[in-house]
């Protein structure tokens, strides 16, 4: 790999940089509900999906009472 000079590395950096379309303020705030939706909505799952399965492992052992 050729080495680069650094000042020309900061111009192609710089370069590379304002290609990148960054997100609205907007945009980052209905990203961010949306991941915390999910992060509910898989936790309660998967807490149901607990419970669920210890009973039925418990009624297979003969401990569920």
Known sequence: MAK???FTFVQ???SEVSKVTWPTRRETGVTTVMVFVMVAIASIFFLVAD???GWGVSLLLGLGG
């Open 51 to 53: 419970q669920l399965m």
């Open 4 to 6: 680069t000079n650094p």
């Open 12 to 14: 192609q950096v710089r």
